[in-house]
Each structure stands twice: as C-alpha cells, then as structure tokens.
C-alpha cells in the first residue's frame, strides 16, 4: 500500500491522541477541538485506509489489530515531526545559542566564510564563535567540549584519537618564498636544505605529511628551520631580511600566490597533499545547530573556495 496523498497531519495527531487517551473527550480537549471534530478526523482517516482502526463503545476506544500496527508508525511519526518544528523554531531564538568553531590558518579564508553565511541564512540569532590555531590545539579543544566543530587536515592517528572525519575537499602543501628569492628556480627539496625554513611544528597536521616526503627522498629534519603555523608571521618573515622559504599549505598563501606577492617553488609535494574536512568528537550526538552547520559547509566546499 502507497502513501495516500490524502492523509493529513491532523489525522494521525487525532489517532494518536485517541489511542493514548482511549477516550475522544480527552483527546478533543488535548487538541483544543471539539468532539465532533475529532471524531471526523478519525473516521476520515479510517476511510482513506480502508480498515477500522478503532472499535468504541461505552468503556472507551480500543484499537482493532490493524489500529495496533497503524499506531506504532503513527506515533513515531508525529513525534519526529513536532521534535522537527521546535527544532527548527529554535534555530531562531531570540538570544540563541552559540556554535564554536575551530578552524586551521589554511582552512579560514577559503570555504568556511560561505559556509557561515550559509548557516546564517538559516539560523540567524545564533552566535558563532571562531577559533584558528594549530591541529593539536583544536582537536584537545574538541575533546575537552570547548568547540563543537573542527575543521582542518585529516592528520596521523595519534592526533585523530576519538574524532571523526568527514572528508570535503583536498589541500596542497607547496614551499614558498619572495619574488627575488635567490632559490626561487628551484625544482628539489636536496637544493633548500641549506635554507632558513618556515616549517610546520609538531601540533601542525600537515608535520607528519612532509616528514613521510623527506623520508622517502631520504632527507633529514631541516637543520635550519622556525616552526609556525602564524600566517602573519609567515609572509612578513618571508618578505623581510631573514628571507626564509617557507613551507605551508596551499589555502594559506592562496592570495599572495595569486597577487604575486609570493611565488611557489617549483618542488612536487604532491605526496604531502591531504584531505581537508570536519572533526567532531566521536562519542557525542551532532546538536541540530552543529548539523546545519555541516550541510552548509559541504554545500560551500562542494560551491569551491571563495
């Protein structure tokens, strides 16, 4: 038997409350109607299935075998239904709750400002809060409930220890340094070992990417290095008179790359590339504010960087 296009909200609010009750009075007064109306609604819906769902007589209502059946899916049904609309209202609360959003340097500037204007769009009174900082950082963060969200690289096991990831787009890691860069024609990593090297610390989720890299060309750890993961610091050490090369993903330095202000050395990095996505604690049900948030960021990666 097909959904009958007919069956209304209002039916099965009627049946339900009927059911518990046992007694149309009840129900009616439950529902605000009159007995009458709700006795409509019953025998409307039994005449739209084809079968008595209920036999009535002074003790009060019983439900016939097939009532028993309906109930079960009816029941369910309205509850789910109602929990969405006060889900939904609550989207919307005056003086709403707040969503904590963790996010990496490379990840703040490309999809998450579509995705909050998404999210704003529909749940507009809530506040969200941002966080940037290093994977280490906002994964303990997470784990600790001082965030709701995180978003970054998918890093080493050890790192991903009770998070889940849901995997939306994949980020480059590329080596750069000023325009005038004496080693700005480079095309190996053995030809910047003698370099100052911005690196990534060991809190940074693309750390152990690059480390499998160099093992496999079989490199050792940059002697000559700073390790960050501040973009400010980043591009004015970069432009300054340390002139280091610095070694970052992609989405970091997009602009600059795009403006000139920086170039890319020509050094295939493919391997340390990973997947960008959301982290969430493992263990904790989605909130509904949470869930939003994640259909309109993949609905902003799946759009492309701003």
Known sequence: MQMDRRIKFRHLEAFVAIARTKRLKIAAEQLNLTQPAISKSLKDLEEILGVRLMQRDRAGVELTPEGKIFMQFAEQSTVALTQ????IASLNDVGGAMLRIGVLPAVAGQVLPAAVARFREIS???TVRIEEGPHGHLADMLRTGDL???IGRLADREMMEGLSFAALYSEPVVAVAAPDHPKRAVTRLEQIMDELILYPPDTAAIRPFMAR???????PLFAKRIETVSAGFGRAAVLGPMRPIWIVSQGVVEDDLADGTLVALDIDMTSAQGPVGMMSWISET????????RDALAEAAAAGPI
Do not use: A, I
């Open 286 to 293: 989605p909130s509904t504010l949470v869930s939003v948030f």
């Open 148 to 150: 709701d969200l995180v």
């Open 84 to 87: 969405g609309l006060h889900k």
């Open 124 to 126: 507009r009174n809530t």
């Open 213 to 219: 890299l160099m093992l496999s060309q079989g490199l």
